[in-house]
């Protein structure tokens, strides 16, 4: 970061900003010129800095160069983080599939959709056990019982899973059920949340907030990183636009923004990005092409009787075609589908 100072400017405020820098942490490197005086700020930045910093007497305006993010940053790691869950691997050449219900509902549901969405080529089985709810009215999901019932159709299916944690309280016992933690969109700025989910050796998903720019969903990623746990990866999942036709509106610029800005693998969600099963293959497919690393797709057994997300999830047809439509746009962009 830079900061320009006022032509008059005096000499003691020049002065009291290098005290004031080296007070908050930084170094100031004082560059004179013929017609400005330029100060270079050395350390951590974080965006409010800005502001501030221009309220100081002898400034005229501050001029930040490096990123907020910094972990999670490309000027930090060039190279690609690639996560490792058991055999499947994320942000590598291979583009994943997570699929299976929105919520865990019964035994029998969960590991009927698990077998067929193996079988149609996902590598990862989503479900909720403990549902974030814009009611209190809807289905919350089966807690505890949820979580078991992925570890069985894990076992019995050899998939990973991944489900949610609303709580830090609930990091531990989620973590001991769960090869993939993640943090939901409403959850996204929870920030006791994401210490909590750093201090583990668990990676992690995390959602973007519904209206989260992409510097605050970055740093929300750096707390996670920040806490050791560089197993992080996002999730686009729609933002709240003016459009109401579809629940969200799904921001595919974010994929490659992700992939610029970020070394960190990129998740699309189609599902709650739309709202509507009828958009989600379209959806996946763009996503595929602009980049991402993995598609997660809600899929149901019978998505007219599901008890949360029907309207958005794929029965086992829709979704055996959602795979046969994105494999061909994958190789056109030098991916394969995992
Ligand atoms: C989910 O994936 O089940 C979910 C609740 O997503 P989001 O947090 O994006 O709404
Ligand atoms: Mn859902």
Redesign the pocket.
Known sequence: MFIVMHQGHTERELADILEQLAHMGFAGHVSQGVERTVVGVVGQTFPELKETLEMWPGVEEVVPISKPHKLSGREFQPKDTVIKVGDVTIGGESVVVIAGP??VETEDMLLEAARAVKAAGASIL?G?AF??STSPYSFRGLGMDGLKFLAQASRETGMPIIT?VMSPQDVELVSRYSDIL?V???NMQNFALLDEVGKTKKPVML?RG?SATIQEWLLSAEYILAQGNRQVML?E?GIRTFETFTRNTMDISAIPIIKKLSHLPIIA?PS?GTGKWYLVTPMSMAAVAAGADGL?I?VHPSPEHALK?GAQSLNFNNFQQLMSRVIPVAASVGRKMA
């Open positions: 929105c919520a989503r909720g549902k974030p949610e993640q939901g969109t409403r959602k519904l999730c999942r969600d709650h997660m809600e997300d």
